[in-house]
């Protein structure tokens, strides 16, 4: 009997964890990498993470019998996988303009950065 959160999204508990959160969320999270390392605008970030929700969809169906056309399980899925590249692309940007630019910028968290004081 399937539990009402198994419902909501669509696949069993353990298949969510493993393919949506560890699988396909190391996939995000590379991929929220490698768009703060080019450089590219943070909305490039929700649409690629938004494909990969469609892309864990149906690795889900395919593979564990899931359901294909589940809107919630799709929206869950996404919206984990737009927070795992969110963070991997934070990451990595405020690490990068560290780096690049250590003589204007100097890191106040995992996250952030600020103007060092006296720099222009």
């Given at each position: 009997?399937?539990?009402?959160?198994?419902?909501?999204?669509?696949?069993?508990?353990?298949?969510?964890l493993?393919?949506?959160?560890?699988?396909?969320?190391?996939?995000?999270?590379?991929?929220?990498?490698?768009?703060?390392?080019?450089?590219?605008?943070?909305?490039?970030?929700?649409?690629?993470?938004?494909?990969?929700?469609?892309?864990?969809?149906?690795l889900?169906?395919?593979?564990?019998?899931?359901?294909?056309?589940?809107?919630?399980?799709y929206?869950?899925?996404?919206?984990?996988?737009?927070a795992?590249?969110?963070?991997?692309?934070?990451?990595?940007l405020?690490?990068?303009?560290?780096?690049?630019y250590?003589?204007?910028?100097?890191?106040?968290?995992?996250?952030?950065?600020?103007?060092?004081?006296?720099?222009?």
């Amino acid at each position: 009997m399937e539990s009402a959160l198994e419902e909501l999204i669509g696949v069993p508990l353990s298949v969510f964890l493993g393919l949506t959160v560890v699988v396909m969320g190391f996939a995000a999270y590379v991929t929220g990498q490698a768009l703060a390392n080019t450089w590219k605008p943070v909305w490039h970030v929700v649409i690629y993470a938004t494909l990969l929700g469609l892309g864990d969809r149906f690795l889900g169906f395919a593979l564990f019998e899931g359901e294909l056309l589940s809107l919630t399980g799709y929206l869950i899925d996404a919206a984990v996988l737009v927070a795992i590249a969110l963070v991997g692309y934070r990451l990595n940007l405020a690490r990068k303009m560290v780096r690049q630019y250590p003589w204007l910028y100097q890191r106040t968290g995992p996250f952030n950065w600020r103007r060092k004081p006296g720099a222009e």
